[in-house]
């Protein structure tokens, strides 16, 4: 079955402090990874993908991901939070040729203190 | 702001109303999907429409029909609702199905509430 795996399900941590999410999938074969964000009473936006090329990835608003094809990881970075970074994230992959069926982790509700 | 549209915000209904939720997206994206996302949950996918037809059906109850009358339109109507089918119902598009380079973007929702 597939399978995406978020931990730490609750972040707590101060503006300026560093974040970072783990995120792990359990599919073999090509994928496509992405994480998005849903800020409180917003839709969900794509915050960065990783398809193929250089494993670490750039995204809006200061965010980076790495792709680790050896862990099955592609955990999501930031080197200073702001307050406005809270939401809950998502990490979400997709199998090539797989109808673009979406496998979404459970999420991280981060919440940054001012 | 998205440039998936759904519509109503919200929806507040009773288990024997027949209502529908629309979606539109002017991107010229072939592929649309209806999730269902509970609070503090992921979105879970329901339905996957691929060029106007339906690809994918996540074992939906037959109470939730969806429809693509074009490429740009899905609508999802919803007839003898559950309590338990309250949630945020989330529209999204993508380029195509299957290949790479599909992000999925997607809609504000649907806030739904059965009494």
């Known amino acids: 079955a597939q399978s995406v795996s978020q931990h730490n399900h609750h972040v707590i941590l101060s503006e300026a402090a560093s974040l970072e999410l783990g995120c792990n999938y359990s599919y073999g074969g090509t994928v496509n990874l992405f994480w998005y964000v849903q800020y409180p009473g917003q839709h969900l936006q794509l915050l960065l993908k990783y398809f193929s090329g250089d494993p670490l990835v750039k995204g809006i608003k200061g965010f980076e991901a790495e792709f680790i094809k050896s862990k099955f990881s592609f955990n999501l970075r930031k080197p200073s939070v702001q307050w406005s970074d809270t939401a809950e994230y998502f990490c979400a992959v997709n199998r090539l040729g797989g109808n673009n069926r979406l496998a979404f982790g459970k999420g991280n509700q981060v919440v940054v203190i001012p | 702001d998205t440039e998936v549209t759904q519509t109503p915000k919200h929806l507040v209904m009773g288990m024997t109303n027949k209502k529908s939720l629309k979606c539109e997206q002017h991107m010229g994206h072939r592929a649309m999907y209806w999730y269902k996302q509970k609070a503090k949950k992921p979105p879970e996918l329901m339905f996957v429409?691929?060029?106007?037809?339906?690809?994918i059906n996540e074992s939906v109850p037959s109470r939730f029909s969806p429809e693509c009358p074009n490429s740009s339109l899905l609508n999802l109507h919803l007839h003898a609702l559950q309590p338990e089918d309250s949630a945020l119902y989330l529209c999204?598009?993508?380029?195509?199905?299957?290949?790479?380079?599909?992000?999925?973007?997607f809609g504000d929702g649907t806030r739904l509430s059965i009494l």
């Open positions: 999204a598009s993508s380029q195509g199905s299957g290949g790479v380079n599909q992000p999925q973007h």
């Open positions: 429409y691929s060029y106007e037809k339906l690809s």
